[in-house]
């Protein structure tokens, strides 16, 4: 593998030592950056955005020119696999992702054709083979998909949900159905994020948005068991080459569970206590987080009181990986961003 | 205290042996009864039905009319504090609660009135002393309100959200403000629930439905630390004789430090393993909880399979209240709900 210049992140992901802990945003290049709604304006829409490689890419070094990351992330969507399979992605303005065909029954779901990443995502394989070049070796590159569950969530619910109860009503109704369309989903996810393993991406991380909603029995039967097949599937490819980093909204209570998929980092939500999630895992895995998004609203001296208590809840230990506990949102100012990324930097240099 | 016929969940809540698991369910007087269906368009709309004590009771009694329940609960709404504090709470069809005033700043908060429980809220108290009076002792009766920080984030929101925004902004921007804020409602609550216990509630629960959008520390600091001012104002007066169920929608992760506020019961959402929360708090509080409310969405035979997972995995332990882990929603069958209770029934006679 190539030499990466900061290679903190990486170390991070395998629990070495750093000068201080690595930080990424979740949705790092997104609306809250003018220069984003900038180029998003110019691709027409969301989906056209992630369909043009040249935009994409553009947006995705855009956090990067303006922040001291320590990591770059693809730019596209957690649902094109789904659109890939052909249920028609699509986004009305000021609202989230709908789908214009959901998934209702077993014809729906035998009827879903074979794809081929390479065929029918190479949208996205060229983004990752030009944003690549574009970084040329500065910061490591995160690949991703959504979860198996979470995508099933989408395709049968048709768009995000409060309660998400066509697919809750779906996993007790008929499990053998969701059982199907999840092994489906899994091959796919497996495919895909090997394809963009192939095209480039040194990391991967699989977002688990929805994985929250189940129950604690379920999340492990329809949710984590299939993250772990795609661990799997990853792990007989590349070894340990690739860091694998999961992240489930709402996840909090099975953290110890987790960590034994042999994935590398837990991404955790805000929620959780992340001195405690610290000692849950141990040194099996790294984590990541844990910000509470709403701090980013408020001023800089609130912001670095939050900063300082999450360094100084994880403790001078390797394997912390800074983030937000979910996707930075639209209203926050890049400056308050700044203030977050300089107190993580003055805040761990002190456990360098 | 009168003698109760059935003292089941009186029992359960003080960690007593039972004959068999008692049950009620969240949201028992509701849309899934036809018969509430009736009531509820006799009265024109729900806020005019929460008002009505006749029909309040009448609502009340339905359930148990139909099932073999082990508690009757008040009905009511959890914002009827604020509307008595005069932000105008309305309801428009299929949408949730709204309120056509909200708290922005700290005039808002100052110029909220005194309000007098027995004058502002009497048509709750009313409705608590009829049913009470027809209940005739057959079963206890439960009363219940919002939690400080649910009450605040409906008020600063002016309606239900995916994320809260404003509320979680305000705990960042203004924290001192949103403090004086549950201070004020802190102490309506606890005149509001004792005056309940004066017209004959003999349980109290406290819904907290949005403590789990809270970080960590927040949910100490924010919700928790209220709930537990509410407790000390409740039982400075009535000592242990009236059982105090604290409910966290998304609390799993805290129910260690919530079983320390000297709460008698813990109800817990079905994201969390009823095991090993209740090896968590041991014989400190009883369990409330936990089933998926859509497992009510399938057939007898999966809700048997469910009711008995969540019956063995508590084991033969006392301090068992069955519950759903969340509200029941509009669209199950009552022939659904029947199959459950007889399941439970069924199931922990065994531990008898």
Known sequence: MT????DRFLRALRRKSVDRTPIWIMRQAGRYLPEY????????????LCKNKQLCCEVALQPLERFDLDAAILFSDILTIPDALGLGLYFEAGEGPKFRKTIQNLSDVENLPKISIHNDLSYVLDAVSLIKYELNNRLPLIGFSGSPWTLAAYMIEGQGSKNFSKVKAMRYQ??????LLLEKLTSCVIDYLNAQIEHGVQVVQIFDSWGGLLSHD????FSLNYMNQIIKGLKIVHGDNIPIILYT???????????KTNCDCIGIDWTTDI????????????????????VLLSDKSMIRNEVSKIIESFGPHPGHIFNLGHGITPDVKPDNVNEMIMAVHDFSYQFS
Chains 1, 2 share one sequence.
């Open 174 to 179: 008929d499990p053998m159905l969701l059982h």
């Open 37 to 48: 709604r900038v180029t998003r304006e110019k691709a027409g829409d969301f989906l056209a």
């Open 275 to 294: 001195r405690s999630a610290r000692q849950k895992v141990g040194n099996l895995v790294s984590i990541q987080g844990n910000l509470d998004p709403s």
């Open 218 to 221: 379920s999340y492990f039967d």
């Open 249 to 259: 909204k709402g996840g909090g209570q099975w953290i110890s569970d987790i960590a």
């Open 3 to 6: 030499e990466i210049k900061n």
